[in-house]
């Protein structure tokens, strides 16, 4: 990787400035500024080497600065920028649209439309689903994550940092728990009986889930769980939207990660890593559903942008052509047998957890009584960045270290990033 350091960009003076110019609500978890970054790689501006566990908080499943994503920005911004997809169409936004609905599997057929970010997917997907059913209520899920946007951001369950003095939030919003088989055993029948008590099923528009809880802890539902809640949806005419933001593009070892679990949602959230992060977002679904607003009912002056789908369309080609989902499954099941075997080693880790390459481990201060090991976490993370190694927590209680990997990533450099956890964890746990 060429180094190419200007002796002008002085760090320090950098971060003095930031300090003076950002808010402190841009609090980034990297003590350092970037000068580039390469598949799983990054270098500060003093030409210092880490490895990104967090592969820019799960946008870069096909690492930093692929040549292809990068070629394909290149052609597309010199042939044009933007037009707005309201004024005029473009190819990529059809090819793209056409590719995700193709890789969605199920019987029926699907369409795409474009936007900006995660939230802005999550809240034109209620749009989609009040319009489609007439009805109001939206059920989410303890630990979810839907955005920061005031819809999104009612949806989301945190109230530290996301939520605190941003009252009021939007309403007919109903939170029901989710099936966490490590803390609790849950009987569905018992979950439709609680829904029922809080809100009639004909007023639900649509239930929002994410098939693997992202900032939630990557927790995968209890055996069975999506299933019933897909038959519960359909007994209702209730539309199922599976947030994919975070475990879409191959994560989990399949394109999307309801695969996995023998269902079909009516409509389907993408971001993140949809276009190496570029901000683009989707909502894919079920066509008679996403007919369902009228002409120019959903949209916004950039959703779609000519740039971000050219983008997408190469991180697809790479997926593809790299064979990134069994890369995936192959990282998947290194990361957890090396987490396994570290279990046996420290009290520390209570579970480890996941599908594919998205694999987390619990912190707990007692494998008994499960009392999260929040503290202790954070000095995990503070730990790996002393060796060049950054990884992201998650959890309601911050006590969960997640994988958010570039599926690029070299052999070598998730040896030298687990190597760097297991030394934190090991110093954290004396
Ligand atoms: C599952 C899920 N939904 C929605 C979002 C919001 O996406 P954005 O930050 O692009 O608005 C995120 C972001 O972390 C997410 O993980």
């Known amino acids: 990787m060429a180094l190419n350091l200007v002796s002008t960009k002085?760090?320090?003076a950098l971060w003095q400035k930031k300090e003076r110019y950002v808010p402190r609500a841009v609090s980034p978890l990297a003590p350092f500024i970037i000068s580039e970054g390469r598949g799983a790689i990054v270098r500060d501006l003093e030409g210092r080497e880490y490895i990104d566990l967090t592969g820019g908080w799960g946008c870069l499943n096909v690492g930093y600065s692929h040549p292809r994503v990068v070629r394909a920005i290149q052609e597309q911004a010199a042939k044009f920028t933007h037009t707005d997809c309201s004024v005029i169409m473009y190819d990529v936004y059809i090819e793209l649209a056409e590719r995700l609905s193709q890789l969605a599997p199920g019987p029926s057929p699907k369409k795409a439309i474009f936007f900006n970010s995660g939230a802005e997917a999550v809240e034109n997907a209620v749009k989609i689903a009040r319009s489609y059913t007439k009805r109001k209520a939206v059920v989410v899920f303890d630990?979810?994550?839907h955005g920061r946007t005031f819809l999104a951001l009612s949806m989301t369950h945190k109230a530290k940092p996301y939520k605190e003095h941003f009252a009021p939030f939007a309403s007919d919003i109903y939170r029901m728990p989710f099936p966490n088989p490590y803390r609790h055993w849950m009987d569905f029948k018992?979950?439709?009986r609680q829904l029922l008590t809080l809100v009639n099923p004909d007023e639900i528009a649509c239930v929002v889930f994410e098939p693997i809880q992202g900032e939630g802890g990557f927790i995968v539902p209890?055996?069975?769980f999506l299933k019933f809640l897909r038959e519960f949806t359909h007994k209702h005419g209730i539309v199922l939207v599976a947030d994919e933001i975070q475990t879409g593009i191959g994560r989990t070892g399949k394109f999307y990660a309801y695969e996995h679990f023998g269902i079909e949602p009516d409509l389907i959230t993408l971001a993140k890593s949809l276009a190496?992060?570029?901000?683009?977002s989707a909502v894919v679904g079920v066509q008679r559903v996403?007919?369902?607003?009228g002409e120019g009912a959903v949209g916004g002056t950039y959703v779609g942008n000519p740039v971000a789908c050219a983008a997408a369309l190469a991180v697809l080609d790479i997926v593809e052509e790299e064979r990134l989902l069994e890369r995936a499954v192959a990282l998947g099941d290194?990361?957890?047998?090396r987490f396994l075997q570290m279990q046996k080693k420290y009290a520390l880790i209570g579970d480890v957890r996941g599908l594919g390459a998205m694999i987390a481990i619990e912190l707990v201060k007692d494998r008994q009584t499960k009392e999260p090991a929040s503290e202790e976490t954070l000095a995990v993370i503070q730990e790996c960045l002393a060796q060049g190694v950054l990884i992201a927590k998650a959890g309601l209680y911050g006590n969960v270290i997640r994988m958010l990997i570039p599926l690029v990533i070299q052999d070598?450099?998730?040896?030298?990033g687990l190597d760097a956890i297991e030394s934190a964890i090991a110093k954290v746990s004396r």
Not at 276 to 280: E, I, Q, R, S, V
Not at 290 to 293: G, I, L
């Open 276 to 280: 190496a992060g570029m901000p683009l």
């Open 190 to 192: 018992h979950w439709e």
């Open 334 to 337: 290194y990361m957890r047998s």
């Open 143 to 145: 630990g979810a994550f």
């Open 412 to 416: 070598a450099e998730l040896k030298r």
């Open 290 to 293: 996403m007919d369902a607003p």
């Open 222 to 224: 209890q055996e069975g």
């Open 10 to 12: 002085d760090s320090q």
